[in-house]
């Protein structure tokens, strides 16, 4: 095992890119290479885009909730990096990036199931980005620990192939938010399966009865999907701080997922994830949940935490995104691959802070990462051979573990989150009867399917599966997933 460590914990939130969150932060501190003095690579307040004539610059003191979904489709990436005019041709190349088109996508987005409804008054709302007063749990882990300023996203598109690459460090050939009938006759009913496994299959092989742990803060989390995970076997938010807290925790690798919100109308209001049209308040207090429990546990001295995004959520980043090396694990124009992309382009940065008391404080990494590094930590901590091309060659960050022992002056609390600094916006009301293929909410379907297959007589799984298919509208999956959701809520006793 690497660096003493024997538990590590990811906690991946929703759709905020690196600049939008720690942009305005203003951190220095100690290179983690060169152990110089150095700064972060975020915002000098003089980028802009422009759309329709009219300039439009970053701007401190976000608001806390967007109006509605920014883009962030493959198609959408595409016009953010590259321009209002750019376009992918099936399997690329990448057209140049500039990162010149993220107004123009906020005010017209080609997915149309994103980034409709804001006034042309409001299309400057892309560009604006947090100040570090406004994020205080945030910046105070990034300060206490390593903030890295070149973590990429996977792909440069939405949430489901990037939440894979965490998972598998590839996404299986999925290039786009997948469709309810692409999810849900994926793997015959069992779930998605990765070409060469999941890190929690190689987990699994590694150490039978305790190689992973899975909590959630809704009953229907995204790992949900994934061949070989149960949702009856994930826990709760209030289980992983009461199992953490004990003696005995024996399962190395923990992914936490936030809750979700309203995902049944897709507004994603009331949870703690930080997606976009919902308060950010409530994922800094998960953050400060989830990092008080370890750090107040017995299991402290030898853990990593992870704390990133998913990916950008169409907000405003500087930097452009490198090349990448494809996982190599499926063919271009395979089953899933929508746009024939080759997976040879990462996306738009994203936060991320690694979190141990074997690293030094206020360290600053310029290093290139995605979220394969996550496979690649596991796979250095407990020994464990890589899944592809990708996270073979990936970054590793327990390079950022050099202290012998553990640090004594670890913060034993983080700030409480600030109040919101601007009203809330008004946010897009639900649409019952729009089509059921909308953002993630087939995900979220997919999950709830494999719940009432869990849960059912065997004899019911077709026609389970026959009624999914079924559904059509945002409204209807609504109430198929209410109704899962009673039964496993009756299942777990909850």
Not at 99 to 105: E, L
Not at 327 to 351: A, I, L
Not at 433 to 459: K, W, Y
Request: glycine fraction near 8%; proline fraction near 10%; include cysteine.
């Amino acid at each position: 095992m690497a660096a003493n460590i024997t538990n590590v914990f990811v906690l991946m939130l929703e759709n905020r890119s690196f600049d939008h969150m720690l942009g305005f932060s203003g951190i220095t501190g100690t290179d983690a290479e060169t152990s110089q003095r150095t700064i972060l690579n975020g915002l000098t307040g003089g980028e802009s885009n422009s759309f329709d004539g009219q300039p439009y610059p970053v701007v401190p003191s976000a608001d806390d909730t967007m109006p509605i979904d920014p883009g962030h489709e493959f198609p959408d990436v595409v016009k953010q990096l590259c321009g209002e005019n750019a376009a992918y041709p099936l399997g690329g190349p990448y057209p140049p990036i500039d990162n010149s088109g993220f107004v123009a996508d906020y005010a017209v987005s080609p997915s149309a199931s994103q980034g409709e409804g804001d006034a042309p008054g409001n299309f400057g709302e892309i560009m604006k980005c947090f100040s570090p007063e406004q994020l205080p749990v945030l910046n105070a882990l990034a300060k206490a620990f390593a903030v890295c300023d070149n973590w990429h996203a996977s792909i440069p598109g939405p949430t489901w192939p990037n939440r894979l690459f965490a998972c598998g460090a590839s996404s299986a050939g999925l290039d786009h938010s997948p469709t309810t009938g692409e999810m849900a006759t994926w793997e015959t009913l069992d779930g998605l399966e990765f070409p060469h496994g999941s890190i929690f299959d190689a987990l699994h092989r590694k150490s039978p009865d305790d190689g992973w742990r899975v909590y959630a803060g809704d009953h229907f989390p995204m790992a949900g999907a994934l061949k070989g995970i149960e949702i009856l076997e994930i826990g709760s938010l209030n289980d992983f701080t009461r199992d953490i807290a004990s003696s005995v925790y024996p399962w190395l690798y923990t992914w936490i997922e936030p809750n979700y919100g309203d995902t049944l109308h897709n507004t994603y209001r009331g949870g703690n994830s930080q997606h976009p049209m919902d308060d950010v308040t409530p994922g800094e207090a998960l953050i400060k949940t989830v990092y008080e429990a370890i750090r107040n546990s017995p299991h402290w001295n030898t853990s990593l935490l992870i704390v990133t995004w998913d990916e950008h959520g169409g907000f405003y980043d500087h930097v452009a995104p490198p090349e990448a090396l494809p996982p190599g694990d499926t063919p271009v124009g395979s089953k899933f691959n929508q746009y024939h992309f080759p997976f040879d382009r990462y996306g738009v940065r994203v936060p991320a802070v690694i979190v141990s008391p074997l690293i030094p404080a206020n360290l600053i990494d310029h290093r290139l990462y995605d979220h394969s590094s996550i496979p690649k930590a596991l796979e250095t901590v407990f020994g464990l051979p890589p899944l592809t091309e990708r996270d073979k060659a990936a970054n590793n960050p327990t390079a950022l573990l050099t202290l012998p022992t553990a640090r004594a002056d670890a913060p034993k609390t983080l700030p409480n989150p600030s109040a919101p600094a601007m009203p809330k916006v008004a946010l897009a009301a639900p649409q019952p009867e729009a089509n059921v293929d909308n953002g993630n909410l087939p995900a979220f379907l997919h999950v709830a399917m494999r719940a009432d297959i869990e849960t059912s007589p065997a004899e019911a799984k077709h026609a389970i599966l026959s009624r999914v298919q079924s559904i059509q509208t945002q409204g209807q999956a609504a109430a198929y997933i209410q109704e899962v959701q009673a039964k496993v809520q009756a299942a777990k006793g909850s």
